[in-house]
């Protein structure tokens, strides 16, 4: 049983490029989600999904998308990288309902230079 | 607006001693309130979580406390142990009717053990 699963570990991004942060469980989790987390500091929400084909912002959206065609995926979007998301990002996901104990993937330390 | 902060950045405590933990919220409407750990270069783990309507929550050395009078939460460890060195983060859930779970954390505090 993998859990939730993050890729690519490390990423250095140039101003302006874009990638995808991908991630995936396999827990048959509805909720997933995603932080941010600066150094030295707390999670901050990024985006969330209650179940497929459903997301809503968090804290933290702008300058980010997410899609949520499947159970199992949730990737988040950087379409023009900028310095200040500079950051440690964290999928997570839970059974939702009630049930507050998210699980988390290892992360992606995104550098945007 | 709304948030859920910690008291303390860092708790420094010898191995053995009990450790308590500390975080305000600002908001009462949460549904659950939790603790989750994270050691360094991993993701955050959970720990134990509270009801709003519950005081006092206990699992294996450790105790959760929730004070809604004065908007306070806390995590206790008994016999503290080099293992327990990470960072503590208290959180909220934000449920409507159950249809929407939505975690906000708090910025974390230190728990560091001396031998």
């Known amino acids: 049983n993998a859990g939730v699963t993050q890729t690519p570990k490390f990423r250095i991004l140039k101003i302006g490029q874009s990638m995808t942060l991908q991630c995936t469980q396999d827990?048959?989790?509805?909720?997933m989600y995603w932080y941010r987390q600066d150094p030295g500091m707390g999670l901050k929400l990024i985006y969330y999904s209650v179940g497929a084909g459903i997301t809503d912002k968090g804290e933290v959206p702008n300058g980010y998308n997410v899609s949520r065609s499947t159970t199992e995926d949730f990737p988040l979007r950087l379409e023009l990288a900028a310095p200040s998301q500079t950051s440690v990002y964290f999928c997570a996901s839970s059974k939702g309902q009630g049930n507050t104990e998210a699980f988390f993937g290892q992360g992606t330390r995104l550098t945007v230079v | 607006g709304e948030s859920v902060g910690l008291h303390l950045p860092t708790l420094s405590v010898q191995e053995g001693d009990n450790s308590i933990i500390n975080c305000a919220y600002s908001n009462s409407a949460s549904d659950y309130f939790i603790w989750y750990k994270q050691e360094s270069g991993k993701g955050p783990q959970f720990i134990i979580d509270i009801r709003s309507n519950m005081d006092k929550r206990q699992g294996q050395r450790v105790t959760v406390l929730l004070n809604k009078t004065v908007k306070h939460l806390s995590l206790q460890i008994a016999a503290t142990q080099p293992g327990d060195s990470a960072v503590y983060f208290c959180a909220e859930n934000r449920g409507y009717g159950g249809a929407t779970n939505k975690l906000i954390f708090g910025t974390g505090t230190l728990l560091a053990v001396q031998p």
């Open positions: 827990m048959n989790h509805n909720y």
